[in-house]
């Protein structure tokens, strides 16, 4: 039903953090969402987002499933603190750490995110990434059917079936 989101976050404004400002919300709950505005302040750590939109199916929960259609983000800038030196390490052979073995209650489909016009600031250094997106699915296995960043001329794009032991 159109205008509930926007009625929603009047009555849920004592429910969100005071760090976390919300611009303005329209759309519906159950598909084209869309938020402007959002922006998340903790100590020197300062997030902005312009907009997200997110379109979904709520009926795939039914069948224990998280269909995101549409997620979109644009305008993220994060303002993080200075990192502190790290101090010179025994020249230890890299390893990745090991990661927890997490199992989902339910599979999710995610069929477009796009988190456009990035720039993370640290100290005097400037990141930017024109686009991130990403295509993907989690049942037995991941399937990421696309991968890609963008930055000027320059793409990397891949694909992945990743496989539990």
């Not at 052979?93 to 988190?115: M, Y």
């Not at 600031?121 to 991130?132: K, N, P, T």
Request: hydrophobic residues 40%.
């Amino acid at each position: 039903m159109p205008g509930v989101p926007a009625i929603a976050l009047k009555l849920g404004k004592g429910f969100i953090p005071e760090e976390v400002q919300i611009g303005s919300i329209s759309g519906a709950l159950a598909g084209g969402l869309k938020v402007n505005n959002i922006v998340y302040k903790q100590d020197d750590t300062l997030v902005m987002l312009e907009s997200a939109l997110l379109d979904w199916k709520p009926s795939c929960l039914l069948r224990s499933r998280l269909c995101v259609d549409l997620l979109h983000l644009d305008g993220l800038t994060l303002h993080l603190p200075e990192s502190e030196p790290q101090p010179e390490s025994e020249s230890e052979p890299f390893q990745l750490p090991e990661l927890p073995d997490v199992k989902l209650p339910f599979s999710l489909h995610l069929g477009s995110f796009q988190l456009s016009d990035v720039s993370v600031h640290q100290s005097e250094q400037v990141y930017r990434v024109e686009r991130i997106f990403l295509s993907a699915s989690i049942d037995q296995h991941i399937s990421i059917e696309s991968f890609r960043i963008e930055q000027g001329s320059t793409w990397l794009e891949w694909q992945a079936q990743l496989q539990p032991f």
